[in-house]
């Protein structure tokens, strides 16, 4: 039970890395009941050294790490990139969304990189059409617009899935597939 509530939280706590939006500092929850309410199977003593000094830790780290990370992104070439060729980070992602939006069907909305031009592109592809055999774009993310990829939980209302897809892209993975492509 101690596992449970706390742990509970902490998944409510951590939007995954990655949103360069910005983001307010996690905070500690309050616990829904008193330390002492679990007595004499586990009791206050242990709750309030768990709750205030471990979870407050690992709250406490995860800013310090989504810090970190945003400022790495910023300074990043893949951020200047982004900048360069689509005026800023919230121009690309409301360009990258709309084209996901627009996809007919299943498919696919993806940031790919155009090697001849140095330059990021934003594509998409119909079905399980590849990004890198019908454009010649180097894929560096992609967005998975087909219908089971969100239907059970955002039924079909796909930009809603988009705008929450934002939340849990893995930005060191695009970047290293950036750096990867540019040599």
């Excluded at 689509?86 to 790919?112: I, Y």
């Excluded at 180097?138 to 617009?145: E, R, T």
Aim: include cysteine; glycine fraction near 8%; hydrophobic fraction near 35%.
């Amino acid at each position: 039970m101690l596992c449970r509530a706390a742990c509970s939280s902490s998944r409510k706590l951590v939007p995954a890395l990655g949103a360069l939006g910005s983001r307010q500092k996690h905070t500690l929850p309050d616990l829904p009941y008193d330390y002492g309410a679990l007595e004499p199977h586990i009791n206050a003593q242990i709750m309030q050294l768990h709750h205030s000094k471990h979870h407050a830790a690992y709250v406490n780290n995860l800013n310090v790490v989504e810090e970190k990370y945003q400022e790495a992104l910023q300074k990043g070439e893949l951020l200047e990139a982004i900048k360069r060729d689509f005026g800023s980070f919230e121009k690309f992602k409301e360009k990258l969304t709309a084209v996901s939006v627009g996809v007919q069907g299943s498919g696919w909305g993806w940031l790919g990189f155009n090697k001849e031009q140095g330059r990021l592109q934003i594509a998409a592809c119909s079905n399980q059409d590849p990004l890198q055999g019908t454009t010649g774009l180097i894929p560096l993310l992609g967005i998975d617009v087909w219908e089971h990829a969100y239907y059970l939980q955002y039924k079909n209302v796909r930009p809603d899935y988009l705008k929450a897809i934002w939340n849990v892209i893995n930005w060191e993975d695009v970047t290293e597939r950036y750096a990867a492509c540019r040599k």
